[in-house]
């Protein structure tokens, strides 16, 4: 097969930082028994580490936390700082504003964050302005919930809610439940395959409604089963860029899915889980293998599976900086579905290159490599801040079946990434990417994998 020098290349890379740590052990027991007591180490050195340099900065300040500090502003004892929001869309342009981050205290320890509240305001020429109001809430420090509204003047309008548990009634067994309606108005099709054209773009409006629930059980040590049902309603119509317009370009495809089409999908997979935290994650291993199936008729429209395996890394070099990488390769089988279900490469599936949706076929790989650089650790109204460098880079491709997925197709998309983290929960991040697609800006609350 064509990706196995691909393969072998990732391998080596995981292989030679796995070395530096220890010897692999020869039964699968001494692996999940290392990788406790190495997260138990880490998480110790961390707690430690917030401790030094709380106290460290009792009595000293040097120029660079004074610069950070200046940054963020004290509220009633919460915490506030601004993003600034200038990203360039592949579809829609230039889109600038701002998004203020507010940082809730725990009453009673006034350390802990409970919550983070994220509204923003940006304009673009095509939407308008947006309002939009994001509210992070923790429960506990690995709990879980968001709530997120969104709306714009022209076409765009979101309602997103998640509830994440990874530890239900105290147990290891994860629950997740997620519902969104959301009218996305930022997509474009370009047609098929690694070699689709940038001149054959056509702007368009994905209409979502529908919700998930996903259960994941332990079974022994860090593997875990997870079962994800979920269903969901869209469909499509031109969108808000009149020139070239969707149904003029592809009156096939619109004349088929500017209806509603429906999607009842059951996912199981297995996972192995070693690392430290579920958002914000330092150091270990996870592993999943998944397989996704539709059937014509039982509510859904159309018959179909998607297989995928997925791999992350994280390596920590003695807490200055984390080596990131991810691996994924999927592929569907069945019936021709629409294209919008299909695998696909683009600016939020792991290409950041290129706009969302660039890259669409039956079959994709994507290797994203990241080495997060802790440029500035200081307390900041007791929060422990973080300021990160990373330069990344992103390989990815597409192919009309897995036995066709080609080094020779590849996609490279480097760029440079820089972020505010408030440990242990949240993280802003200004993305920049550049590639054949050209530059493009992202600007998000979260890691990308």
């Known amino acids: 097969?064509?990706?196995?020098?691909f393969l072998i290349i990732f391998f080596i890379?995981?292989?030679?930082?796995?070395?530096s740590i220890a010897k692999l052990p020869h039964n699968l027991e001494e692996i999940i028994e290392n990788?406790?007591?190495?997260?138990?180490?880490?998480?110790?050195?961390?707690?430690?580490?917030?401790?030094?340099?709380?106290?460290?900065?009792s009595t000293s300040e040097g120029l660079i936390n004074k610069i950070a500090s200046s940054i963020f502003f004290d509220i009633y004892g919460n915490t506030l700082f601004f993003l600034p929001i200038v990203d360039s869309?592949?579809?829609?342009?230039?889109?600038?504003?701002?998004?203020?981050v507010l940082a809730l205290k725990d009453k009673k320890t006034q350390n802990a964050i409970t919550s983070v509240i994220a509204p923003s305001l940006n304009y673009n020429k095509y939407l308008g302005y947006t309002y939009s109001y994001r509210h992070y809430?923790?429960?506990?420090?690995?709990?879980?919930?968001?709530?997120?509204?969104?709306?714009s003047q022209y076409s765009q309008q979101e309602i997103f809610l998640r509830y994440y548990e990874p530890e239900l009634f105290k147990t290891k067994i994860r629950l997740n439940i997620e519902f969104r309606n959301w009218h996305n108005p930022k997509s474009s099709f370009y047609g098929y395959g690694i070699t689709s054209s940038k001149s054959n773009r056509a702007n368009y409006t994905f209409y979502l409604k529908g919700g998930e629930v996903s259960l994941t059980i332990p079974i022994r040590g860090l593997f875990y089963f997870d079962i994800t049902p979920s269903y969901?309603?869209?469909?499509?119509?031109?969108?808000?860029?009149?020139?070239?317009?969707?149904?003029?370009?592809?009156?096939?495809?619109?004349s088929l899915l500017h209806h509603n089409k429906k999607f009842l999908?059951?996912?199981?997979?297995?996972?192995?889980?070693?690392?430290?935290?579920?958002?914000?994650?330092k150091i270990g291993t996870y592993i999943i293998f998944s397989f996704l199936r539709s059937q014509k008729g039982i509510i859904s429209d159309y018959t179909y599976s998607i297989y995928s395996i997925e791999i992350k890394d994280y390596y920590n070099y003695k807490d200055k900086s984390v080596t990131a990488i991810r691996f994924l390769i999927e592929w569907q089988t069945g019936e021709k579905?629409?294209?919008?279900?299909?695998?696909?490469?683009?600016?939020?599936?792991?290409?950041?290159?290129?706009?969302?949706?660039?890259?669409?076929d039956k079959a994709r790989m994507l290797l994203n490599i990241e080495q997060r650089f802790t440029t500035l650790k200081t307390p900041v109204m007791k929060f422990l801040t973080e300021f990160e460098i990373t330069p990344f880079i992103d390989i990815a491709t597409v192919a009309s079946s897995i036995t066709k997925i080609s080094t020779k197709n590849l996609k490279y998309g480097p760029g440079i990434a820089t972020r505010i983290l408030l440990r242990p929960q949240i993280v802003g991040t200004a993305d920049f990417a550049f590639g054949s697609e050209g530059v493009n800006t992202i600007v998000k609350i979260n890691y990308p994998f």
């Open 232 to 254: 969901y309603i869209h469909k499509i119509s031109d969108g808000v860029i009149k020139e070239n317009k969707f149904s003029y370009l592809y009156p096939n495809e619109y």
């Open 13 to 19: 890379i995981i292989f030679i930082q796995k070395k």
């Open 337 to 360: 579905i629409p294209f919008y279900k299909m695998p696909q490469v683009g600016e939020s599936s792991g290409l950041r290159m290129a706009g969302d949706g660039r890259f669409i």
């Open 35 to 57: 990788e406790k007591k190495i997260l138990f180490n880490e998480q110790y050195h961390i707690k430690q580490d917030i401790i030094n340099i709380i106290k460290a900065s």
């Open 1 to 5: 097969m064509k990706i196995i020098k």
């Open 137 to 151: 809430i923790f429960p506990t420090e690995k709990t879980l919930i968001i709530a997120r509204l969104s709306k």
């Open 89 to 100: 869309s592949k579809d829609l342009g230039i889109n600038y504003g701002i998004m203020p």
């Open 265 to 281: 999908l059951n996912k199981f997979s297995l996972l192995f889980d070693a690392t430290d935290h579920p958002f914000l994650p």
